[in-house]
């Protein structure tokens, strides 16, 4: 599978990729809708995160010493900080919602759609569910 931090904004990128038998391509979350249409061309495999939160920067420092919650603020804005072993990353402050928009990418022959979750309560990851879930039947 390919992750959307690969960056695959474009159809030369999809069919090299799909030479390579790749099961699931996650196209980058900074194309928008009008740049997907166009590079859908071909039945491609594709994946689509629809919620969550990205990717901003990833370390190999390691900026924190336990597994507690930490943020880095800047302007109002929390970004959540992971670590991972020896890897800690920097998530964006908001999350991406491209669930009301789903129905537009079903026309475009995408089947499969990507939810990251990582600091929803129960009753959010729920909401969030159903709502893909309502797009979907």
């Known amino acids: 599978?390919?992750?959307y931090t690969l960056n695959t904004v474009n159809s030369k990128t999809l069919e090299l990729f799909?030479?390579?038998n790749v099961?699931?391509?996650?196209l980058s979350v900074e194309i928008d809708y009008n740049r997907i249409k166009d590079i859908m061309n071909n039945a491609?495999?594709?994946?689509l995160l629809v919620y969550g939160k990205v990717e901003l920067m990833i370390t190999k420092d390691k900026l924190i010493k336990d597994n507690n919650k930490y943020y880095l603020v800047n302007k109002n804005k929390?970004?959540?900080i992971?670590?991972?072993n020896n890897i800690t990353s920097?998530?964006?402050y908001k999350n991406?919602?491209?669930i009301d928009k789903i129905d537009e990418y079903l026309k475009l022959n995408i089947h499969t759609y990507r939810i990251d979750l990582l600091d929803e309560e129960k009753e959010e990851i729920e909401r969030i569910i159903d709502r893909v879930k309502s797009k979907l039947n």
Not at 23 to 26: H, K, N, P, V
Not at 44 to 47: G, K, L, Q, S, T
């Open 23 to 26: 099961d699931t391509i996650c």
């Open 96 to 98: 991406i919602d491209l």
């Open 90 to 92: 920097i998530m964006d």
């Open 82 to 84: 992971l670590n991972n």
């Open 78 to 80: 929390r970004y959540r």
């Open 1 to 3: 599978n390919i992750d």
């Open 44 to 47: 491609y495999n594709v994946e």
């Open 18 to 20: 799909n030479n390579y």
